[in-house]
């Protein structure tokens, strides 16, 4: 499996961590940077940056860091065919990938030690998509949502 990795400033050390320990495991990672933990940079250019090696195939799934986690979860799901999903439990991260597809592991670094990312990584790359008729049915709502903001035929909508 192709990882990429990207992270903040704020996420750097973390990234760094991570993407060793993955290198000596023998998986191939792909790192879109932060490559200079005192650069005044912004988190959304390293979730487009992550975004854009997963959504060419250079990769099958991502991991990406900010200081919360949650400014870079935000940006990355504006992208298409992006799932990211904010965990800082290995449940979260081991489920998010078997009932939702989700294709990038959010992390906080200002929240977690580097034990438990090392966790949540193994658990997000051990997880497959269970396909199950149920999850199936979720995530094609999903990316019709993706296609046309609009609600999918049979959602519920809001009343005065």
């Not at 760094?16 to 490559?35: M, N, P």
Request: aromatic fraction near 4%; glycine fraction near 12%; hydrophobic fraction near 40%.
């Amino acid at each position: 499996m192709r990882i990429v990795v990207g992270a903040d400033h704020a996420g750097y050390e973390l990234k760094e961590f991570i993407k060793a320990e993955l290198q000596a495991q023998g998986v191939a990672v792909h790192d879109v940077g932060s490559f200079d933990p005192k650069a005044a940079d912004d988190y959304p250019d390293f979730a487009a940056a992550l975004g854009q090696v997963l959504q060419s195939g250079q990769a099958e799934r991502g991991i990406l860091i900010c200081g919360s986690g949650v400014g870079a979860s935000v940006a990355a799901n504006k992208l298409r065919g992006i799932r990211a999903g904010l965990c800082h439990d290995t449940y979260s991260a081991r489920q998010g990938v078997e009932h939702d597809d989700m294709n990038v592991l959010v992390l906080g670094a200002r929240i977690i030690g580097t034990e438990l990312a090392r966790e949540l990584v193994k658990a997000f790359l051990g997880a497959s998509f269970s396909g199950e008729e149920r999850h199936a049915r979720r995530l094609a709502k999903v990316l019709a949502l993706e296609a046309n903001p609009q609600p999918p035929t049979g959602a519920p909508t809001a009343t005065s």
